[in-house]
Each structure stands twice: as C-alpha cells, then as structure tokens.
C-alpha cells in the first residue's frame, strides 16, 4: 500500500467572506505552512522572556540529532522538557543579557544551538507581559559535540531507551501539517545555524544571538588562541557592526516551480529527471536568479529546460521547503501560440518533457500520487503516469490547473 499522505494545513480564517477571495479565489495552504505558533518575533532579544519561557512546565524541546528530528513515529514528533535538556544547555543560557553574553564572547565555549520557535497560544502555557500567552516551543541541536558530548550522548541514550528515535527518514512528509510546520521551523534554523559558524565579512567565529535567529560578529574574543599581536581580545573591525548588515540573518533561498499549461488550456507540460522511476513526472523549476522577477524566471526555467516560450505567468500558492532553507514560489504559465515546440537541447537537466492532457493529469492525481519509488494507489495501472504527493506544490499546481483554478483545488 501506499504511505499515507497527510492532510493540508488549512488556510487561515478560510470561512470568512472577503473580496480578495472572491477575485482570486481562496488561499491555498502547502506543507510546511500553517504553524500552530505565534513566533512573537520581537521578543527574542528579551532573555528575561526566554528565561522564563525555558524553564515553564508547558515548554517543549523538539530535539535535533545530526538535523534528524526526535518522534514517536513517522507521524508524531516527540518533545523534551526543561529537565531532560538542563544536563546539555546548563541551568539558564539566558540568564545573563543579550549585551553581556557579546562583551563576555570566548569562541573556544561550546554553546549548544537552541531556538526558540513560538508560543502555541492554542494551549495553556506561560503569560507574558499579559499579551503574549501559549505553551513555548524550542528546537535544540543536541548532536554530541565538545564540552557538551557527554550530556548529550546520555540524553540520546535516555530517549531511546524509552522508544523514541531520531527519524532518518529524508523529507518527513507524513507528519501532520501543523507539526510539519514546526519541524520545518527548527530544521531550517538548526541547519542556517550550523552551516554558519563563521561571519561572512570577516572570516572569524560568531555568536548565536536573538534565540538563534540572528548571528553576531563580536568585537571581542576572549579565548587565546585568537588574540592579535597586543594580546587584548580585540577583534579587527567587521563591517557587520555598523550600518545596515543582512549578512547574519538566516537566509531563505527563493525557487520557482511552475505548472506549464498550452495556449489553448487543455494540455500540461511535464517533465522528468533521469534518476526518477519509470512513468515518473513532475511540474518544472528552478532557482530564482539575482534581480530577476518570479515571473522573468518561470518563463526563463521553462525555456531552458523544455524549449517552451511562456506568455502570462501568474502565481498560485508558496510553500516553505527546509532542505535547507528554500521557499518554493508555485506559478502557473500559459505558453504563447506558437511557442509550444518541445525543445531539451538547451540544459542537460531533464531527461524528457511531455504535454499530458487534463485527463490524463486529473487520473494520475487521483490513483497514481506519491513519494518516487513509492507504491501507488489499488487503482493503479501499470504504465500510467505518476505524479508527486499532495505534500508537494507541484501536485496543488496540478490539481489547480486541472481543477479549472477555481479555489484552487481538484475536481478529482
Ligand atoms: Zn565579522
């Protein structure tokens, strides 16, 4: 049988008349979006917030191993509380202030990566400042390294002990939407952190500040191996420091995935990569370029990679992707009269592109859906064509398309 495809988190206030749905019909809300928490973005530079919010007996630890995420099983993540985590990330790392842990900054110390995520204002929780209510959520990046390996070796240890595991599984496309969104908040950031021990202006080591959600170049280092020619932890000036910097920011990396439709309406352009099963399509993408608009780059992407000139492009529906750190801008184009001859020549990346008529869309969306590789549905016929899961946007863009774009969704 094929794996269970969970369901589509649900747009926000979809129940509510409003005339931007009655001229573009409703949201449309992908995997990965819709999360339960409330990010209260602004107060993570307030530790005696995160202070508090670390220790309350509401909070959860989504736990981190190698990015690999702590669950119960592929459909439930499993959480940590303050006492499981203390042994690994010290008492309170939030005790002292923003500004004092910068002045105090020694590269040689060890800090385990946590984040915090939201409060999920769904739930009991902790009250802040009487406005900003909900169970607090942290991700933490336990995987065993310097000081902290022993701590976090036994953590391992203790949880798998109960039944948990650190899920290997590549893309975890079988949770349920909102906790989906979640892992894909703490995944996205785990990895940013990860991958960006270093500034980017001036090569040296910097510091995870703003709940790890920004990283900062200090003007001092007390460990010893990196002090200048005078001996005082002075750094040499960073450009980071002053003006406007986007350099220590997570980044989000925007690509555009497009369903191609022919001048007339009636057929879809698909294609498929050499490394995909038998019967295997998909809709086309690619990465957004440097200063070129979404839909400059459907309409190039398409070009390059199937030879087919696009008119109008408009777009349909986003979704956040961690692997690592993409947002994938979904488009629908229609090819110009004329411009619908098949062309591969221009960029090895596809092995084949192929009109397919609505029909033929609309049958493979309803018994032919799922993960490459992956059984499909009883109805099934071998030979027909396969598409991705509904957890992708290439199969929303599909089933738009096919669906007449009314509200987006699939007359199936
Ligand atoms: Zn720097």
């Known amino acids: 049988m094929p794996a269970p495809q ?3 988190p649900e747009p926000a206030h979809p129940d509510i008349d409003s005339m931007l749905s009655r001229k573009f019909g409703k949201e449309i809300a992908n995997y990965f979006s819709g999360s339960p928490l409330n990010r209260v973005s602004f107060l993570r530079p307030d530790h005696t917030f995160l202070s508090q919010a670390l220790k309350h007996p509401s909070t959860s630890f989504l736990l981190f191993n190698k990015l690999e995420p702590l669950v119960k099983s592929p459909t439930e993540l499993a959480y940590a509380k303050y006492s499981d985590v203390q042994p690994v990330i010290g008492n309170d790392p ?3 202030t923003e500004e004092e842990l910068v002045k105090e900054y020694d590269s040689s110390t060890y800090i385990p990566q946590l984040v915090f995520l939201g409060l999920d204002g769904h739930k009991e929780g902790l009250i802040y400042k009487d406005h900003y209510k909900g169970a607090p959520f942290f991700a933490l990046d ?3 390294k310097d000081a902290a390996t022993a701590a976090a070796e036994a953590l391992i240890k203790d949880v798998e002990s109960k039944g948990l595991s650190f899920s290997k599984g590549r893309m975890h496309l079988s949770l349920p939407a909102q906790e989906a969104a979640i892992y894909a908040e703490a995944r996205h950031l785990l990895d940013w952190n990860a991958r960006n021990p270093f500034c980017a202006a001036c090569g040296y080591p910097t510091l995870s500040v703003n709940a790890g959600f920004k990283r900062t170049c200090p003007s001092k280092d007390l460990a010893a191996s990196v002090q200048n020619a005078e001996n005082t932890p002075d750094r040499p000036p960073c450009a980071t420091r002053t003006g406007v910097s986007n350099l220590s920011f997570p980044r989000t990396d925007p690509t555009v995935i497009m369903a191609v439709v022919s001048s007339d309406g009636q057929k879809i352009l698909l294609g498929r990569q050499k490394l995909w099963p038998p019967y295997w399509y998909s809709t086309l993408a690619g990465f957004l370029e440097p200063a070129e ?22 777009i349909h529906s986003t979704q956040p992707w961690p692997y690592p750190a993409n947002l994938m801008i979904g488009a629908i184009g ?7 001859e098949i062309h591969l020549g221009h960029d090895a990346e596809l092995e084949d592109a192929k009109w397919f008529t609505a029909d033929e869309v609309r049958v493979a969306l309803r018994v032919g859906t799922g993960g490459p590789g992956e059984p499909a549905g009883p109805e099934y016929k071998e030979g027909g064509l396969r598409l991705p899961p509904k957890t992708a946007i290439a199969n929303q863009l599909m089933a738009a398309v096919v669906g007449g774009f009314l509200g987006g969704e699939a007359k199936i």
Do not use: D, M, N
């Not at 992407?301 to 199937?306: A, Q, Y």
């Not at 229609?334 to 619908?340: D, L, N, S, V």
């Open 6 to 8: 969970p369901e589509l």
């Open 94 to 96: 939030f005790a002292k």
């Open 142 to 144: 336990i995987t065993p």
């Open 293 to 314: 608009s979404v839909e400059e780059a459907v309409r190039r992407e398409v070009w390059e990679e199937s030879g087919i000139h696009l008119g109008r492009v408009v």
């Open 334 to 340: 229609q090819a110009i009269p004329g411009g619908e």
